[in-house]
């Protein structure tokens, strides 16, 4: 397990969080000879990049086989910074709308410093409505951007700590009872294992890999299940079959009915469709035991970075999770990951051709990269 975040200022006045309180001082402010410069605005472009699954993906909403997300790309002063958008289905997002938010985003930001990182921020959580994708991917490249200009990674700008990065898990989609056994035989150089739920088939498909397997396993349901009870049914039994913790067992709009899960289930509970941003946080106290925070989810590196504050200090377990995504979106959460207890960050090991390079894995434990900015460069 590991130690808890100590950081120096959770929250602001009036409960509303200030990012800046969060930051080390050094970077709450532009360095003075960019000031000096007059350099302000940068180019601003979207474009899409398509991802392929290297398997069918299931869940209890759909199966798909591929990904259309976007590249930002943010160039000022000569530099250029990458971010990924990654849309889900599941908030209302696709590529499509990635874009039509990201027109509207680009026009509130036009003047600006890449400096000026928290009024970007602002303006583009103001315009971007549903689409917090284009949000986190305008902040990676922000991130990115200036890391890049500082010849420094990200993580060091951030002062995360090193030497404390939790274990990834690897999902076992799902699939025929065979072909789960053979994925978790691929598999053998992750420790730690997910499974998705939620399913009609869940005690069959459980059961066909927790044959094969002793590793440690954890299960989303997605929020599949239909009611308190049903959950708690489903729980007592995954409990038997060694299960660590359970994600979203039923849909976020019955979060009150989570108080009765969480008082029977014998098992750790984490939010993730019930937990966007930094903001839905503090409402989920008694009813998860931890939550799951994604960039795409809450608008990027800034935020999660905010969130692992905020969970820790309300007491939550802090899980880091993704969606299918590149090895660019991945080497942003794996930034901030070291402030996180429990991480998921699969998406770039599930495609094939990733589009971009640089991160690296082993025994199902991201490095942190030394690379200026977030370490990846395109493939
Ligand atoms: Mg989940």
Redesign the pocket.
Same mark, same amino acid.
């Given at each position: 397990m590991i130690a808890p975040v100590s950081r120096r200022t959770l929250l602001s006045t009036g409960g509303a969080l200030a990012a800046s309180a969060f930051l080390p001082t050094s970077l709450a402010a532009p360095p003075e000879a960019t000031k000096t410069t007059g350099t302000r605005g940068a180019k601003l472009d979207l474009r899409s990049l398509p991802l392929k699954l290297t398997h069918a993906w299931t869940i209890s909403r759909n199966t798909s086989t591929e990904k259309k997300n976007g590249l930002l790309t943010l160039t000022a002063e000569g530099v250029t910074g990458y971010g990924e958008a990654a849309a889900n289905v599941r908030y209302g997002q696709s590529f499509e709308s990635a874009e039509k938010a990201f027109a509207k985003v680009a026009k509130a930001v036009e003047g600006l410093s890449p400096w000026e990182h928290l009024a970007w921020l602002e303006r583009a959580e103001k315009e971007a409505g549903v689409d917090s994708e284009v949000v986190a991917a305008l902040d990676m490249a922000l991130w990115d951007w200036k890391g890049k200009k500082l010849g420094a990674p990200v993580h060091r700008l951030l002062g995360i700590p090193t030497g404390r990065m939790a274990v990834t898990t690897y999902s076992i989609g799902i699939d025929t009872a065979d072909v789960m056994k053979a994925k978790v035989k691929e598999a053998a150089r992750y420790p730690h294992l997910k499974v998705k739920v939620g399913l009609p088939d869940d005690e069959a498909n459980v059961t066909a890999i927790r044959s094969v397997t002793d590793k440690p396993i954890r299960v989303?349901a =997605?929020e599949g299940w239909k009611s308190a009870a049903e959950a708690v049914t489903k729980i007592a039994w995954l409990k038997t079959m060694g299960i660590e913790f359970v %994600?979203?067992p039923l849909p976020s709009f019955m979060n009150a009915e989570m108080k009765a899960v969480k008082a029977a289930a014998g098992l750790p509970l984490v939010a993730? %469709?019930s937990v966007l941003h930094p903001a839905d946080v503090p409402g989920l106290v008694g009813l998860f035991d931890g939550i =799951?925070v994604k960039l795409a989810k809450c608008g990027g590196i800034t935020r999660a970075y905010e969130m692992a504050a905020l969970g820790r200090a309300l007491g939550f377990k802090l899980m880091l999770?993704c969606m299918i995504e590149s090895s660019l979106g991945i080497a942003a959460a794996v930034a901030v990951a070291p402030l996180y207890d429990w991480l998921d960050l699969d998406g770039n090991l599930l495609i094939t051709g990733d589009p971009f390079k640089g991160l690296s894995i082993k025994d199902g434990v991201w490095a942190l990269p030394f690379g200026p900015g977030l370490g990846v460069v395109p493939a």
């Open positions: 989303d =997605n %994600e979203q993730d %469709e =799951n999770g």
